[in-house]
């Protein structure tokens, strides 16, 4: 079995721990009389109706769980639901709607997003103090759980997005300024709930599992923050880009200090992250025989410096294990999410195109790849070693692959082909150039998101 087989099949196994359904159907149970969502305790007799909403790339999955697992206890005329999903995702449930709020690869609000989004608004406010409300949220829902303020237009606010994710702005930043545009986020989505209950399950994939990031916190209540949003698009000079209904809105916050008031207190439970899949994945590798070093789940950074750092790990694990004469092979295991700066872009079409008019895409787990192949374009640096980084729900970026892998194969066949590495690399090019080598991972939907998983794997 090759390394860069090796380096997929841990990828995997840590994938398939954070399974989207079966996060979500290991938290419910009942006994005959109580319904337990978490640590949530609900008499089965004194239950309305459950009415399950969410968003993000694991909706599906999530849903599915939920669904069947509560199917178990209650009768299907007393359940009901609606999530909002890429279009790749949708499937037919027997309770619950999955909305198509966006094309499959294109990860920014829609107006479909926003009309699942009013949809999904309108139930919840239409709830009774002796029904549930169970939430599901994952990763991409703040794109697909999408309800500007009637003061901005849909196309406003995704010109603010594009201009924050281009810029390079982390997670954290890109939420905190959406969150305080719009009518779901920051706890908004709590607050118009009527229910009694109201239980949300979330699949993290950021940094820490900070409640009021993931999905832009749609049951955390946030403060108004507008100052603090502000300050980031004048920090990122994007104040004189964006458009001016945003920088006028944000203006009039500035001083209101509006908080979401909640009639219901949310519940919010972590079932699956980042953590989770690096342990499988770290147990998966000891089973095929190698030794592991976990970087751990918080390694964000600029994607082409990750990708060079880890790049200098493993070549340097080489060198140590050769001096000491050790033949034990080792894995070692990152999580995270790194940005792309596409300010810094010198081409828009690539050098590896198969047509003069195909532009350059890619994704920071492919770029994070290339970039360690550009620092280190010879096959003698390769021998033996073997990276992979790939975004756990699948989708890198606006493409159709999860990531990307190289090993010494694919070096070679680089040299053959004489593929340009280094202005694919500054074109933010990755796409077309390991299309062409072979080197894209491609797994589809995963129906589960909880960032980046990074394997590197040395061999003597």
């Known amino acids: 079995m090759s390394l860069r087989e090796h380096a997929e099949i841990i990828w995997r196994a840590g994938v398939a721990a954070v399974d989207s359904s079966a996060a979500v159907r290991r938290h419910i149970s009942c006994d005959g009389t109580t319904l337990c969502i978490a640590n949530v305790e609900l008499a089965l007799s004194k239950i309305g109706h459950i009415e399950i909403i969410g968003a993000g790339k694991a909706g599906a999955g999530m849903a599915t769980g939920a669904e069947s697992a509560l199917l178990e206890h209650l009768p299907a005329s007393q359940l009901s639901g609606w999530v909002n999903v890429p279009a790749d995702c949708v499937?037919?449930?027997q309770r619950i709607h999955l909305h198509a709020a966006r094309p499959a690869g294109i990860n920014e609000p829609t107006s479909e997003g926003v009309n699942g989004t009013n949809e999904i608004l309108r139930r919840i406010s239409n709830l009774q103090k002796n029904d549930v409300c169970l939430v599901l949220l994952s990763g991409g829902a703040s794109a697909l759980l999408c309800s500007p303020v009637p003061q901005i237009s849909l196309p406003d606010k995704l010109a603010v997005t594009r201009a924050l994710a281009s810029s390079g702005a982390p997670i954290q930043e890109l939420n905190l300024v959406r969150t305080q545009i719009s009518q779901v986020k920051g706890g908004r989505l709590a607050a118009a709930c009527t229910a009694g209950t109201l239980i949300a399950l979330i699949i993290s994939d950021v940094i820490g599992d900070p409640l009021e990031v993931i999905g832009s916190g749609p049951t955390t209540p946030a403060p108004s923050r507008a100052d603090q949003a502000i300050e980031i698009l004048n920090r990122r000079q994007l104040l004189q880009t964006i458009p001016r209904s945003v920088f006028s809105f944000l203006e009039s916050r500035r001083e209101a200090q509006v908080e979401p008031a909640s009639t219901t207190a949310a519940r919010n439970i972590i079932v699956a992250s980042?953590?989770?899949?690096?342990?499988?994945a770290a147990a998966r590798a000891r089973e095929l025989g190698y030794e592991v070093e976990s970087l751990g789940s918080e390694n964000a950074g600029v994607a082409a410096v990750e990708?060079?750092?880890l790049m200098q790990r493993l070549l340097a694990a080489r060198a140590a294990r050769n001096e000491e004469h050790s033949k034990m092979p080792l894995c070692i295991l990152s999580g995270g999410e790194p940005t792309v700066d596409l300010r810094n872009t010198t081409a828009m079409v690539s050098p590896a195109r198969t047509s003069p008019f195909v532009s350059a895409k890619g994704g920071r787990n492919q770029e994070?790849?290339?970039?360690?192949?550009?620092?280190?374009?010879?096959l003698d640096a390769w021998l033996g070693i073997a990276m992979l980084s790939g975004g756990t729900d699948g989708e890198d970026g606006p493409t159709d692959a999860a990531g990307a892998v190289a090993d010494e194969e694919l070096v070679r066949r680089m040299a053959v082909q004489k593929t340009d590495h280094s202005t694919s690399l500054a074109a933010h090019d990755s796409y077309h150039f390991f299309e062409a080598l072979g080197g894209?991972?491609?797994?589809?939907?995963?129906?589960?998101?909880v960032m980046d998983l990074r394997v590197g794997l040395v061999t003597f």
């Open 91 to 93: 499937r037919p449930l």
């Open 274 to 280: 980042n953590r989770i899949a690096i342990e499988a």
């Open 307 to 309: 990708g060079r750092e």
């Open 368 to 378: 994070l790849v290339l970039a360690a192949i550009s620092q280190n374009p010879h």
């Open 440 to 449: 894209l991972l491609k797994t589809g939907p995963t129906h589960t998101n």
